[in-house]
Structures are given as C-alpha cells and as structure tokens.
C-alpha cells in the first residue's frame, strides 16, 4: 500500500507547525505536478476523453448531412461548435490559466469543432476534392491551438493528420508524383512547439507521446518523397534510422524522455536487415532508378555527419548498438553491387553483432527486457534461414531446442543475479 | 494572460474567417454564376469526415482539345483553363482549353494528365466532382440511376445532369436533376419501380 503524498500532507504539516506555509510552498512547487496542480490526472484524462468523444461526436451527428434543414439553417449550425470551443479555450485562459484539464479539454472540442465546420460547408456547397485537402484545411485550422492554448493532445491529433495528409498525396493521387510539400512546412510549424515542450516537460509522459507522434511523423514523411522504390532507398531508410537512434546523445537534455525516437529508430532498422537478410533480396537488386539518388545521399549524409558528431558524446556501441547498423548496412550494400549472396552473409552477421551487443547491454545493465530482445534477434536471424536453406527436421528441431535452452538459461542467471544484488542490498 | 487571452482573440477570428470565406465565396458563385448543366452517372462513395455523397463523372470531361503545352510528352499532373459553352441540347461543353484564365466568358480550371501523340487532351478532370446526400440516399440514387434488369433485357437509366453555377473561374453544384426531376424530389416521393422505358425522356432544362 502506497503512502499519501507529500503535497497531500502539507496542510496538516504546516497545522502541526513541523514546517511553515512559505516552506509549504515552496516543497509544492518543487514536487507538485503539473497536473496535480490541474484538478489531478484522472480529471484531466476525462476532460479529453470527453471533449474527444463530444467532438467526434458533433463530426458524425454532421457527417449525416440533414437535407431537411434549409442551407441558412446548416450554415448557423456549422460554425455552433467553433463558437462554443472558442469560448471555452477564451474561458479556460483567462479565468482557468493553470488548469491543464481545462486547457486540453477545450482545445480538443475546439479542434473537432473546426474540423466540423469545413465538413458543413463542404456539404452545403457540393465542395469537391479529396481528403486530402480537406486534412490540410483542418490542419492549418488547428495549427494555432498548438501554441495558444498549448494543446498537447491538439498536438498529437495534428502530427497525425499531416502524415495521413502526406500519405494521400503521394500514394492515393492519381498521378502519383505529387510530393507532400506542404508536410514540410507544417512539420516544421509544429517543431518549435515539440523543442518547448522539451524543454519545459522533457522529463514528463506527455513529451514522451509527443515524441513517439513526432518520430513517427519525421520518419514516414521523410520516405514520401521518392519518385521509386528500390534496394537503395533502403540506405535512406536506415541512415535515418540510425540517426533516430542518436537522438537521446544529440539533443544535450539529460533526462528528457527522447526514447520512441530510439524505438522507432531500431525497429525500422532491425526490419530492414531482416527482409535484406534473405539472398534474392539483393539478387534482384537494381540500380535503374537514379532520380532518388540525391536525396538518398542526403539522407545518408544526415546518419553519418550525425554519428560523428555522436562520437564527442558516445562511444561506438555504448548503450545501444543500432547506429553502428548504417556503417555494417552501408558496407553490405557496396558487396551487393558486386556479389548479392556475400552481402546477405555480411547482413546476417550484422543482425547476430546487432543481438549480441543488445544482449550484452541487457546482461550488463541488469535489464531483462533489452537482454530478451537482443536473444530475440539472435533466434530470429537463426529462424529466417530456415526459409532459405535446406536443413532437415532434425537439425531444425535440434536448433529450436537449443534457442530455447538458450532463452531460459539467460533469463533464470539473470534473475538469479537480480536475487543476490537485492539479498545483498 | 491578458496578452494571450487577446492573441487568442486574433486566432478565433481568423479560424472563423477561413470557413466564412469559403462560405462568402461559394453564396456569391450559387447567386450571381451562369448556369450550366453538365451530363453526369453518379456512383455512391463515402468520406470518413465528410458523409455520403455520390461521386459523378461527367461526359464533358472526355473529348478532344488541343493542349495549351504540346510538345511536352512527360506524364504528369497539368492545369489549364477550360473555356464553356453548350450544345445545341443545352448541356455545357468545353470548348478549348487555354493557359491563362480568359477575362470574359464562363471558364473553369481543370487537371489533367496525358497529352496525344497529335498533341491532344482527351480526358480531363472537371474541379467538381461529388454532391452530398443525406446518410443512406447514396446507394438509392445509385439504384435510381443504375440498368433496370427485372426483365431480362437492360433499360436504359434514366437521364442526369449536374445544375451547375460558374462564375470567374469558382463553380458551385447547385442540384443534380434525373429525368427531369431533381434528386431531393425523387427520394421524398421514391418511384414504386425504376422507370425501364426512360430512353426517350427530355434531359435537363
């Protein structure tokens, strides 16, 4: 059973005369919350739970599209909802500055009640286009919300909004070369939001989904720019994810909570090496299409003026092994061009260096969940050559079993180690 | 927070200015733009946002004009500007299309992707292209307008057009009329059964 907090016995303490008010005060503003301050957490996730489920819910009532009432009608009822979100982001500034509840609750309503009112007067008016445009309406619409009243969860809806509106452009037009230009500048409308939150909240579980919203935004967005897709572009891909996984060295913030950059990073990484693991990936390698080129040598620019800037803070394969992954993938690709099967050799032993590393990391920091991952690339990179080799069942099973023991084995020393440190402490 | 509430102030207005104006622009087009009637077959989409509508492919968007820039071969999207008139039946048609919006006329932009050998557009894309329905008419109106087969041999659907406004270059779909009736009237008094023998019915006025 958990213990009151200390911002919850501060009255009491002060009434005893153990501590006085201004000492009260000050140990609030130490260790009081953002959203304690607020009205407390379960308040605020109601306030945007509901403001969601109000919004989304004004959305569908007008998705209906009621043709018995008049246009003049539909037209007062389209800007209803922005006027209500607008007074209540008006109210929530100035009597209720400090109420984070208040703030998100308000901006969300606001954010589907604008997004609403385009809705309507698409309708009234037979507006064509597609969703699209309409996304980079509302986007633009919502933008402000970002910085006034400082909605993270406008800002999550947002970020989600330009990748899906970067997404239709390159992939749903009919000509398929369009390039999603506008996610550039509204991408980069949004970033000094996200370097303020990093720097006020770095540390708190907001900035971590905002992170995860902005790492996912950054990297689908960046490969929407290709006129094709071939085995180089898979260069970009990882160049970039190694620079992902430098994040947390290059930003300079101790404690800011950067990881989903990493998570992205590595998981993008580790896909790729597992689908270039495989011979006749790079059998049917082709180098036809060179109008990506520039922007594949700029990405994997990027990821290596990134790791070497990394190395005044870093050294090579401390805490996570996933940048070195552009070095061993750049020198795989160059032995492709040459010889497809001495490339998925050099991959293949990059995964096993890959899982090695992490399971050392995890042996070394005492964490079970990195040590199992990194046993989880080592099986795996063993597995996927079951698809491409002839080995008989025996030898199969024989493989199974040992990975297994493996498993075990790893996992039980560790917890025994775990046993002892706690014993001992 | 006074300097903020006032920011705010700013924002609101001109998060309400960016709808009021596609609202302002488009009520000029409804009450001041020349009438056109475009051929249409709709068929019945959805929009996750936006509601039902049925989407509508218009005959004036397949003919043959000579682009503005031939000579370029490469695929790719292209703009122009369509240049209107009607036919001897009344229905809108392009006439030509040009580079730069005329200064008299009704004209409309339009997109297109491929250029002929000769040098020639013969399929284009027409800046409007859906008219939205009240939830569940879609799939009625698409029924409406769709071959009746109940007897063996198909009819021919009834005819439709697209009332349209267009006014310096802006176009508003203001009803979408089959068979002499407009849409709205159709799904208030719904036929007992689709007309089969519509062939020879008047199109559009």
């Given amino acids: 059973m958990s213990g009151p907090r200390i911002t919850q016995v501060l009255p009491e303490l002060v009434r005893e005369g153990i501590i006085s008010a201004a000492q009260a005060e000050l140990i609030r503003v130490r260790y009081g919350t953002d959203t304690e301050r607020g009205g407390g957490r379960l308040l605020l996730v109601f306030a945007i739970l509901g403001s969601l489920l109000v919004g989304l819910g004004i959305l569908l009532i007008i998705a209906h599209n009621w043709d018995d009432l008049s246009r003049s009608t539909r037209t007062v009822l389209a800007f209803l909802p922005v006027l209500l979100g607008q ?124 992170s995860l919203f902005m790492a996912l935004s950054v990297g689908i967005g960046s490969q929407l720019f290709y006129v094709d897709w071939t085995h180089a572009h898979a260069l970009g891909v ?46 049917g390698m082709d180098a036809e299409e060179r109008a990506d080129w520039p922007l594949i040598a700029a990405y994997t620019a990027v990821g290596i003026i990134a790791y070497l800037l990394s190395l005044r803070v870093r050294r090579p394969f401390e805490q996570w092994p996933y940048p070195e992954g552009l070095a061993l993938f750049l020198i795989s690709f160059l032995v492709g061009i040459f010889s497809p099967a001495l490339a998925a050799i050099l991959v293949n032993i990059a995964l096993l260096v890959l899982g ?12 079970l969940r990195r040590m199992n991952l990194g046993l989880t690339i080592l099986s ?29 084995f790893m996992n039980l020393r560790m917890v025994r180690q775990r046993n002892k440190q706690d014993h001992a402490a | 927070m006074r300097r903020r509430a006032i920011l705010f102030g700013v924002v609101a207005v001109a998060q309400l200015a960016v709808p009021a104006w596609m609202l302002i622009g488009h009520e000029r087009v409804r009450s001041d733009g020349a009438v056109f009637l475009f051929k249409t077959a709709p068929v019945d989409p ?16 397949q003919g043959a004009w000579r682009a503005p820039d031939a000579g370029t071969m490469a695929y790719g999207q292209r703009k122009a500007f369509a240049l209107l008139d009607t036919d001897t039946a009344g229905y809108a048609r392009i006439t030509k299309l040009v580079e730069h919006a005329p200064d008299q006329g009704s004209y409309l932009p339009v997109r297109y992707w491929s250029i002929g050998e000769e040098g020639t557009v013969s399929t284009l894309e ?27 041999t198909p009819s021919t659907p009834l005819p439709a057009h697209a009332v349209v406004r267009i006014l310096e270059g802006q176009a508003i779909i203001t009803d979408l009329v089959v068979g002499e009736r407009s849409i709205h009237d159709w799904l208030k008094d719904p036929p007992t059964e689709v007309p089969a023998a519509a062939t020879s019915a008047p199109t559009g006025s």
């Fill in chain 1, 87 to 210: 007074g209540l982001v008006l109210y929530g500034l100035v009597r209720r500055p400090d109420v984070v509840a208040w703030r998100e609750g308000s901006a969300v309503l606001l954010a589907c009640g604008l997004c609403a009112c385009v809705s309507l007067i698409a309708q009234i008016h037979h507006i064509g286009g597609g969703l699209d445009g309409y996304l980079l309406t509302c986007s633009l619409l919502i933008l402000p919300l970002l910085y006034l009243p400082g909605s993270f969860c406008v800002a999550l809806i947002y970020l989600a909004m330009i990748t899906w509106q970067a997404w239709i452009v390159r992939f749903e037009h009919f000509s398929a070369s369009d390039r999603p230009w506008w996610f550039l500048l509204l991408l980069l409308a949004a970033l000094p939001y996200y370097l303020r939150q990093g720097r006020q909240r770095g540390t708190s579980t907001v900035f971590w989904w905002l």
């Fill in chain 1, 238 to 283: 990882v160049a970039l994810a190694g620079v992902f996984t430098l994040v947390p060295w290059l930003h300079g913030v101790s404690g800011s909570r950067t990881w989903p950059w990493v998570l992205v990073g590595g998981a993008t990484m580790l896909i790729t090496f597992c689908v270039f693991s495989f011979r006749p990936i790079w059998e």
């Fill in chain 1, 380 to 408: 795996a990179t063993i597995f996927m050559r079951f698809f491409d080799s002839d080995l008989n069942f025996v030898v199969r099973g024989l493989l199974f079993i040992g990975v297994g023991c493996g498993f075990l």
């Fill in chain 2, 46 to 61: 959805r929009d996750p946002f936006r509601g039902e509508y049925v989407r509508l492919n218009f005959e004036a968007e």
């Fill in chain 1, 356 to 367: 090695v590393f992490t399971v050392v990391h995890g042996t070394e920091r005492g964490s």
């Fill in chain 2, 126 to 152: 027409l800046p409007f292209d859906r008219y939205y329905l009240e939830e569940g008419d879609g799939p009625k109106t698409e029924e409406l307008l769709a071959p009746d087969w109940s007897n063996g």
